[in-house]
Structure formats: structure tokens, C-alpha cells
């Protein structure tokens, strides 16, 4: 089993810069692939982006590609979501979620994961 913590929410203006962070504990962070979703109120938990094992596969949902980036640090063991030209619908809590596989594919939907942090708001302000 592994543990996710999420940090680097907060409120900042549109057009502003957050960069989230993921950090897991538990078991080895490099057996995970590693994604971001995000649920606003009232909507569905929706997919940001996904991280293969190594690092060396991602994907973005259309609505973030260009403007977010994800990346992993699996010697510290921490996956990042890089998010700048933030816009008010952006606004949701953000979710970090981990899927134990063998090999190096990236997961897109939530039923691939099975563990998941407990969430940071991020707000952005127009």
C-alpha cells in the first residue's frame, strides 16, 4: 500500500503559477504510475495528467496541455504538477493517485488507480 500526500494548493490570480506536489510513502514510488485529477463543485472527478513509471510518457488532458506539465522525482519519491497561465476554471480540488503496474504505460482514467491523496484546493481568482 502506498500513502499520497498532496501540498501546493492555494489561491492565486488568473494568469498566476502553482506547482503542486504528491509525496508518497509505503512501498517502492518507482512500482507506480502516477496521475492528477481534479473535481470543481458540483462536476465530476476529471483527468489533469498522467505519469508513466520511469518518467518518460505523459499525457494532458486538452483543457491543461500547454499550460500544465507534470514530472516525477522518483528519488524523492514526489510526482509534480507544474501549472501556470492559471484561469478560473481551473478552480477544483486537486487529487494525486498512484496504480501499481510492471510496466512503464500511463493511466488516464479513474478506475486505473487505486490509491489516492486526500486532495488540495486550488482556486484561481479572475
Known amino acids: 500500500q502506498v500513502q499520497l500526500v498532496e501540498s501546493g494548493g492555494g489561491l492565486v490570480q488568473a494568469g498566476g503559477s502553482l506547482r503542486l506536489s504528491c509525496a508518497a510513502s509505503?512501498?517502492?514510488?518507482?512500482?507506480?504510475?502516477m496521475g492528477w485529477f481534479r473535481q470543481a463543485p458540483g462536476k465530476e472527478r476529471e483527468f489533469v495528467s498522467a505519469i508513466s513509471r520511469s518518467g518518460s510518457s505523459t499525457e494532458h488532458a486538452g483543457s491543461v496541455k500547454g499550460r500544465f506539465t507534470i514530472s516525477r522525482a522518483n528519488a524523492k519519491n514526489t510526482v509534480y504538477l507544474q501549472m501556470n497561465n492559471l484561469e478560473p476554471e481551473d478552480t477544483a480540488v486537486y487529487y494525486c493517485a498512484a496504480d501499481l503496474t510492471w510496466g512503464d504505460s500511463i493511466a488516464t482514467t479513474r478506475r486505473e488507480y487505486t490509491y489516492w491523496g486526500q486532495g488540495t484546493q486550488v482556486t484561481v481568482s479572475s
Open positions: 509505503g512501498r517502492t514510488f518507482s512500482n507506480y504510475r
